[in-house]
């Protein structure tokens, strides 16, 4: 199947600074991308949309300035904390679409491993 | 609001039986339902879809089952094994042509436990 990658996977930093997670789909191009983020025992929660070449679409509640987003090629996106505060410490997860999915003939996302932020 | 819920937070099976999760949803315009697996400190992983248009489909050990009228789908697993135990998230898609392109949204999840 389709492979996504996340990088790092564990992060620690302390508060006021800015962290930069990738996400590369490693063996497709994916002209869309999503971020997530999850809390211990929540859903995951969609903070925003990526375009390949254009501007991210943020979800309600979630600050652009804060969280930026950049998707500069078919394979990466980056989603870059800026003055991360302990609140921002969560499990951040990007999601690429692979297309039509042969198999099953249904787009499918495929998700990134995460990536753990702990703000100190 | 929660759009999609999973209201049962946890559930216990024996190994060969079935499991059954259930997911409920309340946003009419969803026309899409996934289902992924998914293990701590991991992304999740797709297991099955289903359409709207459709009210069943299986894969292998898999099937999922959608009840418009309800609002409601369903996984199951026959029959269960140990290696099934994980988080399980249902997710909904709405307004993307019967695909998963849009954006999804998730459900709370269901630690499934399948024991020996």
């Known amino acids: 199947g389709a492979v996504v990658s996340q990088h790092p996977s564990r992060v620690i930093c302390k508060s006021g600074t800015s962290v930069k997670i990738e996400c590369r789909s490693l063996?497709?191009?994916?002209?869309?991308m999503f971020w997530y983020r999850q809390f211990p025992k929540q859903s995951l929660m969609l903070m925003a949309t990526?375009?390949?070449?254009?501007?991210?679409?943020?979800e309600q509640g979630v600050e652009k300035d804060k969280f930026l987003i950049n998707h500069a090629s078919l394979t990466l996106s980056t989603l870059t904390v800026t003055s991360a505060h302990p609140e921002d410490s969560s499990f951040y997860i990007c999601?690429?679409?692979?297309?039509?999915?042969?198999?099953?003939?249904?787009?499918?996302?495929?998700f990134g491993p995460g990536t753990r932020l702990t703000v100190l | 609001d929660q759009q999609v819920k999973q209201n049962s937070p946890s559930l216990s099976v024996q190994e060969g039986r079935i499991s059954i999760l259930n997911c409920d949803y309340t946003?009419?315009?969803?026309?899409?339902f996934l289902w992924y697996k998914k293990y701590p400190a991991e992304g999740p992983t797709f297991l099955i879809s289903?359409?709207?248009?459709?009210d069943k489909n299986e894969d292998g050990r898999f099937t999922v089952f959608l009840n418009k009228s309800a609002k409601h789908l369903s996984l199951h697993i026959v029959p269960s094994q140990p290696g099934d135990s994980a988080v399980y998230f249902c997710?909904?898609?709405?307004?993307?042509?019967?695909?998963?392109?849009?954006?999804?949204?998730f459900g709370q999840g269901t630690i499934l436990t399948v024991h020996p």
């Open positions: 063996d497709f191009q994916a002209t869309t």
């Open positions: 289903i359409s709207s248009i459709k």
């Open positions: 946003n009419s315009m969803f026309d899409y």
């Open positions: 999601s690429a679409n692979a297309g039509l999915a042969l198999r099953t003939m249904t787009d499918t996302q495929y």
């Open positions: 997710a909904a898609s709405a307004n993307a042509g019967g695909t998963s392109y849009g954006k999804l949204t």
């Open positions: 990526s375009n390949e070449g254009s501007k991210a679409t943020y």
